[in-house]
């Protein structure tokens, strides 16, 4: 059977990468989330495994020293971590496992598994994410401000990816990240490459 | 500008490498074939720099001393070489190059220029191709087990490859040639990547 392979998508607060996921996630089959584990508490409606796998803060702190996590990281004294078991078994299945993660995630991620796709997705602009951040109304103009400086330092590492998606136009967006996905299926490294000898 | 590549396609004899690299034409905007340079005879209706670039076997000879090939071999008395010079400057003009040949050659430009894109064009079997060699009515018996033989050989080099591309159905291996061009076109080592600084 042919592998799967970890699918990166990172980039700025703001760019769109949500959305270019969900309607991924309905046009490629073969596609699954990683399911991260966490230390917060479990909130109603979300489901063990499906949503996240909830541990205590010392069962974290063992997986820590267990090495057994893609990247993790604290968050308002929370554990938040990607599990390498979950996205390598998957991998194994033949799965496409979809990793969507800030930037700094996505480069301690790349530490652990240089053999995943590491997909930019950036805006056409400065300017344009301003624009799309302040357009969502829910912002403070300082958060704006913070998210504007980060997202200039995050442009920075565009070189540590492989592709460079532009969101421009959302549906241009999802096809080019459709052609990324179908091209790295057919990756001769990821083949199970088996002709008869005879004919 | 954005820089263009070289796209190899390659595979064995009787696999349609033609039908694909005329339909990819015809489809995709910025390609360019390799244009080759010979020793042979201009043909009534052939155009220097079109058909091929036209040299005495002094001339070539002494672009070989010069290393100004990606590969070249001898046939039949005649040499035929991929002038290194065409292609990077068709790569600088933003261009994508397309360079059909066979493994050998493939194999060959590779040691020269590693920064090509490699794509494996495959029959879906080796007795799918042994129908298709014998269904073209052109070859004999000897031709036709000489031509298996070297498939197979071919095959084993698969692995030197980026892409591996089944041509099962004819529309889905153009597509997905195309789908493999269009990704590599947003690889970020090749864009020119240029956010303006303020907002």
Known sequence: MRKGFLLIISGPSGVGKGTVLH???????????????????????????????????????????????????????????????????????????????????????????????YIFLAPPSLSELKNRIVNRGTESEEDINLRMKNARKELQYINEYDYLVVNDHLNSAINLVNEIINAEKHRVSREDINFEKGE
């Not at 508490?41 to 796998?53: D, N």
């Not at 063992?62 to 991998?91: C, R, S």
């Open 23 to 117: 309607d991924l996630m309905n046009t490629q089959n073969n596609l699954v989330y990683s399911v991260s584990v966490t230390t917060r508490e479990k909130r109603p409606g979300e489901i063990e495994g499906v949503s996240y796998f909830y541990k205590t803060h010392e069962e974290f702190e063992q997986m820590i020293k267990e090495d057994k996590f893609l990247e993790y990281a604290k968050v308002h004294n929370n554990y938040y971590g990607t599990p390498k078991d979950f996205v390598i078994n998957k991998i194994n299945e033949g799965k496409i496992v979809i990793l969507e993660i800030d930037v700094q995630g996505a480069l301690n991620v790349k530490k652990n598994f240089d053999n995943g796709v």
